[in-house]
């Protein structure tokens, strides 16, 4: 607050400076006018907050005992199945070399079979005396001599020659075979398409 201005003094006085308003302490606040503390109302800085006591405004959290009992019986519900894809494709070419040896691998694989499968033949028939058998029919129907004796004209390795040589001539003839329609189906499938094929997931 600006004073009215006076005549300074002659001379080289220092100027005193003005006084400040001292600050007046209010009184504090008795017990009869002094506001009840509410119960939410928080500690002022620097008191500690009293053991076990909570603010009254904050939510509590639900204990295990006041959580609704339905939600340890809820199931949990099976993801969905996902639905199968398809996808039909069109077998345009084949590659003849790749037939040819497909081919040859499983013609081998045949012509193996059947030479076991002959040799295995003839041992059975040869077990179970029909060998002997059929040397006695034919003596008895035909009157042959008492010396005839299949086994003589189909012996054990003749059956495994002959096997051997039509395993041979197999591996040979399908494995040619399998080439040409290979390239057989190449030139068909140029012209209409090629064969159709539909691929599903598992």
Known sequence: MSTPSTPRPSGGAPKSAAPRPTQVKRPAPTGTGARPASA???PAAGQARPAGQRPTGAAQRPTSQQRPANGQDRLVR?????????????????????VLKLAFLLSVA????TVVA????WAVLDLTGTFDAFNQ??????????NFDLRDTMSLGQVAS?????????VVVISVVSMLGAVLYNIAASLVGGAGVTLTDD
């Open 137 to 146: 029919l034919m003596r008895e129907a035909i009157g042959a001599d008492g």
């Open 78 to 98: 099976p993801a969905p199945k996902a639905k199968v894809r398809k996808a039909r494709l069109l077998v345009s070419k084949v590659e003849p070399f790749s």
């Open 40 to 42: 939410g109302a928080r």
């Open 118 to 121: 002959a040799v295995g033949i």
């Open 110 to 113: 045949f012509g193996v079979i």
């Open 162 to 170: 002959y096997a051997t040589i039509i395993a041979v001539v197999n």
